[in-house]
């Protein structure tokens, strides 16, 4: 590593730690329903979209209510976006002509937009229309992203009530964070990329002649207000086949160290917004500093092992499938941030990094988007870890666990259980069922332990909602577009159901008051706790395959063996 490379590291850390108490602080603001600088100018488009759906905004839900509401949001979405792909070549907005999506890459699309995973099994510039990626994908963009800081916010409110029955209304909270959040920052950041050399154009592909007298077609299209959104809202769905590998996607330096910057932006700040909203300041810092070090600790994994002696190759620091733009710190950084963050944009290929670099990869995203995670994911991923650690520290001093005030009982830590577990289970047993069919074998592109990657980071990539591929796997075909989409569909709604019972629990539990026996989690002891139980619970649970995969990959490398 270079001495900037170090020096970006702690600007990047610096800026984020910076950045979390102002957008924390005016992002509680406004889910307290509390005057900003931003509703005088935009408070009419929010009142605009209650009258229009009819909405009430003085009326609250309970967790049932609250659920069905996000549900139905959800199957219409869906239902919407299928019809938007299957249904482009007829609309407008589609200079190239493109043809209408196949049903079941269709139906993966629509699940993995409405899900904030934005996995693509095609390629973006030959498969989806302008207003498709407009009007469907970029929609949806903003949409799960508000879906996902909606369901952070209605945890807050229920552990923070006391004796309540609601938990907060599900519309009110989604149209603002779009209203006050997502729309202004990514109206700013998408001319900010317009003036980085993004694209954002609705003229058609241009055809040119290169050096070599060949004809080569040029894609081109709106594509900076799609990159702001994907990386605020932590989706990563690029306009591009190639991410933000692509310069029209990502064109400078200076763009590729924003886009990072603002994947973590939200996430981040949602810790400050719900210390505050819980009346636990310190605590929500601990959060933070949870997610900062978890970040820090892996990644320096990830460099080390990409900056060592490859004994293959005899060679360290290899430029393989890295983005020759930004270099070998750029790429293994934004691939540590994007896997952290459950966003799926990438600048390099993953299947390209170091065994081990690629095994952090998907540990990363095994351990349940807890490492500032999507919006709003993160924040509700962590939350589920508090409430389990706080639980095996009841157990260890045996009384009732308590957090901030509230007792932790066994139907509680049951729906935790359930949204911690689930999406483990739908990683296993989607990759087990994969390695050993053989229409699921014919779609890798390697054999031996990168194989099994392909598959593991596949399932993995998908049940956490993060989207980002391992490259060399075909999964644009029947079989993996529905068996993928059930992932997605359990890694979303599989944590979320069983956290909107929990906020609704905990609504409804009076205050107990702090005493000699209550496990304080505003310290330094709780954070060392906290990362102890997430480690444990995802070194057990997914060390196995692991072994299967990166950890034989590197232990054969070292040996200088390939397959």
């Not at 909606?150 to 989604?174: E, K």
């Not at 060949?214 to 690029?238: C, D, E, H, R, Y």
């Amino acid at each position: 590593m270079k001495v900037n490379d170090f020096i970006q590291f702690i600007v990047f850390v610096a800026l984020l730690i910076a950045i979390t108490p102002p957008l924390g602080k005016f992002m509680a603001r406004v889910f307290q329903g509390q005057t900003t600088f931003l509703h005088k100018p935009l408070g009419w488009l929010e009142r605009l979209t209650y009258k229009i759906s009819g909405v009430n905004p003085r009326e609250e839900m309970t967790w049932k209510g609250y659920a069905i509401a996000f549900m139905v949001f959800h199957v219409v979405g869906a239902l919407v976006l299928m019809a938007f792909q299957m249904t482009q070549a007829w609309l407008p907005l589609n200079p190239q002509g493109l043809a209408n999506v196949s049903w079941h890459s269709a139906l993966n699309t629509s699940v993995s937009f409405i899900t904030n995973t934005n996995w693509q099994g095609y390629s973006g510039e030959v498969t989806m229309s302008y207003l498709t990626q407009m009007a469907g994908l970029a929609v949806q963009n903003f949409l799960s992203a508000a879906c996902g800081i909606a369901v952070a916010i209605a945890l807050t409110r229920g552990i923070a009530r006391r004796s309540s029955a609601s938990i907060g209304n599900f519309w009110v909270d989604t149209t603002r964070a779009v209203v006050y959040i997502l729309l202004p920052v990514c109206v700013i950041f998408t001319i900010v990329l317009v003036g980085q050399g993004v694209v954002q154009t609705f003229s058609k592909y241009i055809d040119v002649t290169t050096l070599e007298g060949l004809k080569q077609t040029i894609a081109l299209g709106p594509v900076a207000s799609q990159v702001a959104i994907k990386m605020f809202g932590t989706n990563g769905g690029g306009f591009f086949n190639a991410n933000a590998a692509h310069p029209f996607e990502n064109w400078s330096p200076l763009s590729n160290f924003l886009q990072m910057l603002s994947i973590f932006s939200i996430g981040s700040a949602l810790t400050y917004t719900y210390g505050l909203m819980t009346n636990s300041r310190k605590h929500g810092w601990v959060l933070f500093a949870t997610m900062l070090f978890m970040f820090v600790a892996l990644t320096s994994i990830s460099l080390v092992s990409e900056y060592s002696t490859n004994p293959v190759f005899q060679q360290a620091g290899l430029m393989e499938g890295k983005e020759a733009r930004f270099g070998v710190f750029n790429s293994v950084f934004f691939s540590s941030i994007t896997t952290s963050a459950s966003c799926g944009a990438v600048n390099a290929m993953h299947s390209s990094l170091s065994p081990l670099s690629g095994g952090v990869a998907m540990l990363n995203m095994m351990l349940g988007e807890i490492i500032f995670g999507g919006v709003g994911a993160g924040l509700y991923g962590m939350l589920l870890f508090v409430l389990l650690t706080v639980f095996i520290a009841g157990l260890m001093v045996g009384r009732t666990p308590e957090y901030l005030g509230k007792k932790i009982e066994a139907r509680d830590m049951m729906m935790v259980i359930l949204a911690i577990l689930a999406p483990c289970a739908s990683i296993l047993i989607g990759t087990a069922i994969s390695a050993v069919s053989p229409i699921a074998l014919a779609s890798l592109g390697n054999k031996g332990p990168h194989g099994f990657s392909e598959i593991l980071y596949a399932f993995t990539s998908v049940a956490a909602n993060n989207g980002s591929a391992f490259a060399g796997l075909n999964a644009n075909t029947p079989y993996y577009n529905l068996m993928l989409a059930v992932a997605m569909l359990i890694g979303r709604f599989a944590i979320i159901i069983p956290i909107f019972a929990v906020a609704g629990s905990l609504a409804q539990k009076k205050y107990s008051p702090p005493s000699s026996g209550t496990f304080e989690t505003d310290t330094g002891l709780f954070a060392l706790l906290l990362v102890g139980v997430i480690l444990i619970v995802g070194a057990l649970t997914f060390l196995p395959a692991l072994s299967l995969g990166p950890i034989v990959e590197h232990l054969m490398m070292l040996k200088g063996q390939t397959f």
